[in-house]
Nanobody, 126 residues
C-alpha cells in the first residue's frame, strides 16, 4: 500500500498563490506517476496535472491551467508539489493527489490510479 497525504490548501484571494504538497510513503515513490485532481461541489473529479515516474521529465496539464500551475516532484523527499499561481474563483475545489505505476500516457484517467490522498481544500475568494 501507498499512503498519500496532501497539505498546503487554504483560503486565498483571487490572483494569489498556493503550493500544495503530497507526501508519499509505503512504496518506492520514484516508481510512480503522480497526478493531481480536483473536485468542486456538484461536479465530477477532474484532472489537473501529472508528472512522470523517475526523474519527472514529462508533465501534463489540463487546458484550464493555462500556464498558471506547475507540478514537480522531489524523489529524495518522497513528495510531489503543485504550485498554483494567479488563482481564480473557479479553482475552488478539493485537490487530491494520486499515484499510479502506469506511465504518464494514461495519467488523465482517474481509474488508473490505485492510490489517493484524502484531499485538501482550496478556496479562492473573488
Amino acid at each position: 500500500q501507498m499512503q498519500l497525504v496532501e497539505s498546503g490548501g487554504g483560503l486565498v484571494q483571487a490572483g494569489g498563490s498556493l503550493r500544495l504538497s503530497c507526501a508519499a510513503s509505503g512504496r518506492t515513490f520514484s516508481d510512480y506517476t503522480m497526478g493531481w485532481f480536483r473536485q468542486a461541489p456538484g461536479k465530477e473529479r477532474e484532472f489537473v496535472a501529472a508528472i512522470s515516474r523517475s526523474g519527472g521529465t514529462t508533465t501534463y496539464y489540463a487546458e484550464f491551467v493555462e500556464g498558471r500551475f506547475t507540478i514537480s516532484r522531489d524523489n529524495a523527499k518522497n513528495t510531489a508539489y503543485l504550485q498554483m499561481n494567479n488563482l481564480k474563483s473557479d479553482d475552488t475545489a478539493v485537490y487530491s493527489c494520486a499515484a499510479t505505476p502506469r506511465t504518464i500516457n494514461y495519467s488523465k484517467q482517474r481509474n488508473v490510479y490505485p492510490y489517493w490522498g484524502q484531499g485538501t481544500q482550496v478556496t479562492v475568494s473573488s
